[in-house]
C-alpha cells in the first residue's frame, strides 16, 4: 500500500469514526439520561439525509449549509417525541414504543420516497494535503465532524447544561433532590440525540446515498460502540468510534466491506468478553 493510498484509508477511516461518535454520543445521551434504547435513531438520520438531499433538490442548498436548518427540526422532532412518546409512559414500554416510531417513520419514507437509492450530486474536487489529495467533501466532512466532537466535548464537560444533564445519568433522584429539573434535562437530551443524528446525516449526505433505513446501520454500530465504550462513557464511546472506523476502514479496502463489519464484530465481542462492563467501566 503506497503513501497515498494509507493517507486515503486514515482519512476514511476518521471520517467514519467522526460519524460513528456522532451517532454513538446521540444514543448515548438518550440512554444516559432516559435508560431507554433509541430505536428509531437509525430513522432520524435517514430523514435529516432526506431533508438534505430535498433541500439541495429543490432549492440548490449546498449540504453542509442546510445542516443549521436540519439540526433545529431533528432538535425538535426528539424534543416532540420525549414530550408525546416517550414522557410519562412505563419504562418498560419506552424501548418499545421508540421501535414502533422506527417502524412508522421508515413505513412514511418508503411511502412518499420509495426505495429508491438518492445521491447528491456535486462535481468532484481534490485537495492537497501533505502532498496528497483527497476529495474535497470527504476532508470538509472530516474538518466537520473534529469541530463538533470538539463543541459537543466542551458542552458536555464544560457548561451547566453538561454538569447538569451528567448528574442526572449518574443518579436522577439525588440531581432532583438537588433542584435539576430532571424532566427539562430529558426532553432537552432527546433533542439533543436526535440533533447530533441530523449532524452526522448532514455530514453524510454529499458523500453517502440515501434511502429509507440508510440510517440504521450507523445506528446499529452505534449501539455496539457504545457497550464496547461502557454505557453512559461518553469517552468511551469516542475510544470504541475510533477503533471500529479504522478498523472497517483498513478491511474494507484491503478485502471488503462485508468483512470489514464482520472484524469490527469480532473485536466487539473480544472486548466484552475480556471486559464486560466496556472500554472504560461505563455505568
Not at 467533501?137 to 444533564?165: D, E, H, P, S, W
Not at 433522584?173 to 424532566?183: F, N, P, Q, R, S
Not at 434535562?185 to 446515498?209: E, K, N, T
Not at 473480544?270 to 461505563?282: A, E, N, W
Amino acid at each position: 500500500m503506497d503513501v497515498s493510498a494509507l493517507a486515503q484509508v486514515i482519512i476514511n477511516g476518521a471520517l467514519l469514526a467522526g460519524i460513528y461518535a456522532l451517532v454513538t454520543a446521540g444514543l448515548n445521551i438518550i440512554y444516559g439520561v432516559t435508560r431507554i434504547v433509541n430505536f428509531c435513531h437509525g430513522e432520524l438520520l435517514s430523514f435529516s439525509m432526506y431533508l438534505s438531499y430535498w433541500f439541495f433538490v429543490l432549492y440548490g442548498l449546498h449540504p453542509y449549509l442546510s445542516i443549521p436548518i436540519v439540526c433545529a427540526v431533528l432538535f425538535l422532532i426528539g424534543a416532540l417525541i420525549q414530550i408525546l412518546v416517550v414522557e410519562g409512559a412505563p419504562h418498560e414500554t419506552q424501548g418499545v414504543l421508540t421501535l414502533s416510531l422506527y417502524l412508522i417513520m421508515q413505513g412514511c419514507m418508503l411511502a412518499f420516497w420509495r426505495s429508491d437509492y438518492r445521491v447528491v450530486e456535486l462535481p468532484p474536487t481534490s485537495v492537497c494535503i501533505l502532498g496528497v489529495y483527497v476529495s474535497t467533501l470527504r476532508a470538509t466532512a472530516l474538518v466537520g465532524v473534529i469541530i463538533i466532537t470538539i463543541l459537543f466535548y466542551f458542552v458536555l464537560f464544560k457548561t451547566k447544561y453538561g454538569m447538569m444533564m451528567r448528574a442526572v445519568v449518574q443518579d436522577p433522584e439525588v440531581a432532583e433532590w438537588l433542584g435539576i429539573d430532571t424532566k427539562r434535562v430529558r426532553i432537552i437530551s432527546f433533542g439533543l440525540g436526535a440533533l447530533l443524528a441530523g449532524l452526522a446525516g448532514g455530514l453524510l449526505i454529499p458523500i453517502y446515498y440515501v434511502y429509507p433505513g440508510a440510517g440504521l446501520s450507523f445506528a446499529l454500530m452505534g449501539w455496539v460502540i457504545m457497550v464496547l465504550g461502557g454505557l453512559g462513557n461518553f469517552m468511551g464511546a469516542l475510544v470504541g468510534s475510533f477503533i471500529i472506523g479504522i478498523t472497517e476502514s483498513i478491511v474494507s479496502t484491503l478485502y471488503n466491506a462485508q468483512l470489514a463489519r464482520a472484524v469490527s464484530l469480532i473485536i466487539f465481542f473480544v472486548f466484552i468478553l475480556i471486559k464486560p462492563q466496556g472500554l472504560m467501566g461505563g455505568r
